[in-house]
Nanobody
């Protein structure tokens, strides 16, 4: 089972980034999956998650209206579109499902 996040980078405040998480070795279309993040010196927090069908989503209050989670079950891939980024969004972003964590991708938002 493997999850690989990608798409992080350096962006100015107000900018956008799109993260992807490619999954392999699991029945992706049967699993809810989510994005977490961990900022320097802070605990990991849940950012967003999506049901197996994509019909239900959850967002952390601080990202509502700015981030959009989606999935393509045909491609075994999870996405996170991040708009209107703020410096406080700076963190390593991870995808997770059923206790399996992917290698994170660093998002840095400069002010």
């Amino acid at each position: 089972v493997q999850l690989q996040a990608s798409g992080g980078g350096l962006v100015q405040a107000g900018g956008s980034l799109s993260l992807s998480c490619a999954a392999s070795g699991l029945r992706f279309n049967k699993l809810a999956i989510g994005w977490f993040r961990q900022a320097p010196g802070k605990e990991r927090e849940g950012v967003s998650c999506i049901s197996s069908s994509g019909g239900s989503t959850y967002y952390l209050d601080s990202v509502k209206g700015r981030f959009t989670i989606s999935r393509d079950n045909a491609k075994n891939t999870l996405y996170l579109q991040m708009n209107s980024l703020k410096p406080e969004d700076t963190a390593v972003y991870y995808c997770e499902t059923r206790g399996t964590w992917g290698r994170g991708t660093l998002v840095t938002v400069s002010s």
